[in-house]
């Protein structure tokens, strides 16, 4: 499991943290433990109780220092190993309604509008998309394609070719009991 804080105000994250907080960011940054009780395994480490961190787990996100708290598979070992970021030239006055509209949609694992740079890239909604072969990926990009109906222009399918590593923000410091073999944490 992943914990993604804010990326957007990684300026501000730090000031809004106070001691307890900040404890449980850096244990969990890296990843939940993968254990039946995560949240007392932290509790544990931080000093609180699993409630403790749960109920400030979910005080941070509701103020928007964390983002989510998900799981983060790794596509390729499950067989999805045609990835592809599909790339979407949608009329402005309709991308955010389809942004939501597309994001709900089964498969896309990620969808996000990003600016365009004309006049070589005209592209404004990225949706990503994994199969385990191109074709798989070509058909769900077909039923973004439908949804998204007159609204777009053009679009791309842009297939990974290798794998990168994924982590968010990360806060500097040092956690209760980190060494440098500690390996009890999968993101």
Not at 130 to 157: D, F, K, M, P, Y
Request: some cysteine; proline content about 5%.
């Amino acid at each position: 499991m992943s914990v993604s804080t804010c990326p957007s105000r990684s300026t501000s994250v730090e000031e809004g943290l106070d001691a307890a907080d900040r404890a449980i960011v850096l244990a969990t940054q890296s990843g939940l433990p993968l254990v039946p009780d995560p949240w007392g395994a932290v509790g544990r480490e931080v000093g609180l109780s699993g409630t403790e961190v749960l109920e400030r787990m979910r005080a941070m996100q509701a103020s928007g220092v964390i983002r989510r708290v998900a799981a983060v598979p790794n596509h390729y070992r499950l067989g999805y190993v045609a990835n592809g970021m599909t790339v979407w030239d949608v009329d402005d006055a309709e991308v955010e309604r389809l942004g939501r509209e597309v994001a709900a949609i089964e498969g896309v694992s990620h969808c996000y509008r990003r600016p365009r740079h004309l006049p070589s890239w005209p592209y404004n909604l990225f949706a990503m998309l994994h199969g385990r072969n191109r074709e798989e990926v070509e058909r769900q990009a077909e039923v973004l394609r439908e949804r998204l109906g007159g609204a777009c222009r053009g679009h791309r399918i842009l297939y990974s070719s290798r794998i990168l590593k994924k982590t968010g923000l990360r806060l500097t410091g040092s956690r209760p009991g980190d060494t440098p073999t500690d390996s009890g944490r999968r993101g």
